[in-house]
């Protein structure tokens, strides 16, 4: 392990600096005792597992923060995962305030009351207009803290230089460009699926010119690119020689930005409505890649109040599938889909069994941050032995391995066993929500309070009223991103309305006129040895630029 400070302590001194929710191990196993630089800098673990802290750390104080603005409330939340040796508060507090000066909403996060019991928390309001950048706003500030402080008197080859590659189903590719375009000693490589992110997306990744700034478009899925990001992750060569960085939300520092917004909301809830400290809410929360969602979980073992964490998924429904029967299986679609042709809602399932959706940013077959939460089920399960902390976390890491290997080579595992499945259950419930739904959940709001929800936000509010037939306490659905992002879906919902003008209606000015811009893409092969060898080569030559 190293020392993770510039090397001013030793390992032994900054190990005791940390406590136990400021040390970070694999969900593997393998590798443990980390510090949060060491987490942030690598992003994903040697033993192909992802970072989470030793301990969720329990917030006794959390009612007292009630009145605090976003950015102070981050500064509470987040100083409990980062240890003051390791980032002393008032640095902490400088990246944190530069993070969400770019925001365009004075609360960061606003909630909206959409009627009844129902709230809506958007979450769109940065720069990329999606909830991605709450997260890469924060990342991309972290990491330049964090080479500027590695730098600090080097010259030339001496520099630490990062190469972050990312694979995106849209939304995070551009949060992260724009959290990274232009910024010394880092190479942004930002893998897409060739033809399946909307236009917008498209275009606010491409017209990004920083020489620094590299979009691939692989001919894929979004998995493809997720699985390539993780085998250049996996290559030792690749991964040491170009210090290899991770902004999706493998990435821990996304999560851990990420449970800001569910405490900062609850407060907004308790200050707008008669709802008195302390009691519970439900959050409902469109998912695809599990990350937004386990930042809920993370603030519910914090202490926050919540009844239910509902997971809203689209017809790619692994999630879904999988707190209804224990099983966890990638499983391609049976009947016509499976060939490929359009299925009950006009929804075209690919070979690979990912379905094209309306909701493309939740396109994703197989869930990367639910190894977390595996991972919490586990110890809770080996915790029931009754043996010491260091037996159940080598039993969880055993226990998750197992279960990734079988996915890895089988395409599913499970069922898991019975108490591991009912405590999945005790803190969450999952909805699916078709494309149709979607459309219809988009045209009544439109009808009812001539509100306008992108397609991913819709799914939210669908599940929310499946979920409000079974329980009577406030529910805060997500909005994961703005309806010009989506243009598509909302026309196909809204076109006929009247009243409807999307460029009145919808569109923002900044998104005026970016399709037209300059572009600049490279297609790639779906092979992780071919991205491998471009990332390489272009490196190689910002490097020598630099030197
Ligand atoms: C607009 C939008 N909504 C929802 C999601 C799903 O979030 P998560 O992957 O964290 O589950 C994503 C991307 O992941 C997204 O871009
Ligand atoms: N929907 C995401 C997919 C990547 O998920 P991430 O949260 O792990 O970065 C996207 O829009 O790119």
């Not at 080579?409 to 909805?431: L, N, Q």
Request: net charge negative; hydrophobic share 40%.
């Amino acid at each position: 392990m190293s020392n993770g400070t510039n090397g001013q302590t030793t390992d032994a001194e900054s190990s005791e600096a940390r406590n136990a929710s400021q040390r970070y191990l694999s969900t593997r196993g393998e590798d443990y005792d980390l510090s949060f630089e060491e987490v942030v800098l690598k992003g994903l673990a040697t033993d192909g597992g992802l970072y989470i802290p030793e301990e969720i750390p329990s917030a006794s104080n959390w009612q007292s923060w009630k009145d605090l603005s976003f950015p102070d409330l981050a500064l509470e939340i987040l100083s409990l995962y980062i240890a003051p040796s390791e980032i002393p508060r008032d640095e902490l507090k400088g990246i944190i305030d530069r993070s969400y000066s770019t925001f365009r909403a004075p609360e960061t996060t606003p909630l909206r009351h959409l009627h009844d019991n129902l709230y809506l928390l958007e979450l769109f309001h940065g720069p990329t207009f999606a909830f991605k950048d709450v997260a890469l706003q924060f990342l991309g500030n972290l990491f330049e803290y964090f080479l500027v402080r590695k730098n600090e008197g080097k010259t030339g080859t001496d520099r630490h230089h990062l190469t972050v590659v990312g694979a995106t189903s849209g939304d995070t590719g551009s949060a992260a460009i724009y959290g990274l375009r232009g910024k010394k000693d880092v190479s942004v490589f930002i893998l897409h699926p060739k033809g399946r992110v909307s236009p917008i997306q498209e275009a606010q990744m491409t017209t990004v010119l920083d020489a620094n700034v590299h979009n691939l478009a692989v001919k894929g899925t979004f998995d493809d690119c997720q699985d390539i990001v993780k085998a250049l992750f996996a290559d030792p060569d690749i991964n040491s020689t170009l210090n290899l960085g991770a902004v999706n939300s493998i990435n821990w520092a996304r999560i851990l930005a990420q449970i800001v917004y569910y405490f900062y909301s609850y407060f907004s809830l308790v200050k707008s409505s008669g709802l008195t400290i302390g009691e519970k809410v439900r959050y409902v929360v469109p998912s695809g890649n599990f990350g937004d969602i386990l930042a809920g979980y993370f603030a519910h073992r914090m202490g926050l109040p919540v009844e239910k964490l509902v997971i809203a998924t689209n017809e790619n429904d692994i999630l879904d599938r999988f707190w209804k029967t224990g099983r966890y299986e990638k499983k391609p679609a049976r009947g016509p889909e499976a060939q490929g042709g359009l299925a009950v809602d006009g929804v075209k399932a690919h070979e690979d069994g990912v379905k094209e959706t309306l909701s493309p940013a939740m396109d994703i077959l197989v869930s990367s941050n639910f190894e977390r939460l595996l991972w919490f089920l586990a110890y809770e399960f080996a915790a029931v032995a009754g043996m010491d902390d260091e037996w159940n976390r080598r039993q969880a890491g055993q226990e998750v391995a197992a279960w990734m290997k079988q996915l890895k080579t089988t395409g599913g595992f499970g069922p898991v066993y019975r108490d591991v499945h009912s405590s999945a259950k005790r803190d969450f419930e999952s909805e699916r929500v078709s494309d149709s739904q979607t459309i219809d959940t988009i045209k009544n709001y439109f009808k009812k309070i001539d509100y306008v929800l992108d397609p991913h936000s819709a799914i939210g509010v669908a599940a929310s009223l499946r979920s409000l037939a079974r329980s009577k306490v406030p529910h805060i659905s997500l909005s994961t991103a703005h309806p010009a992002k989506f243009a598509g879906a909302v026309d196909l919902a809204l076109k006929d309305e009247p009243g409807f003008n999307f460029e009145e209606k919808v569109l923002p000015p900044e998104f005026l006129g970016l399709e037209a811009k300059e572009k600049r893409v490279t297609e790639v092969e779906n092979d992780w040895q071919k991205v491998r060898e471009i990332v390489k080569k272009q490196v190689e030559e910002e490097l020598k630029g630099q030197a």
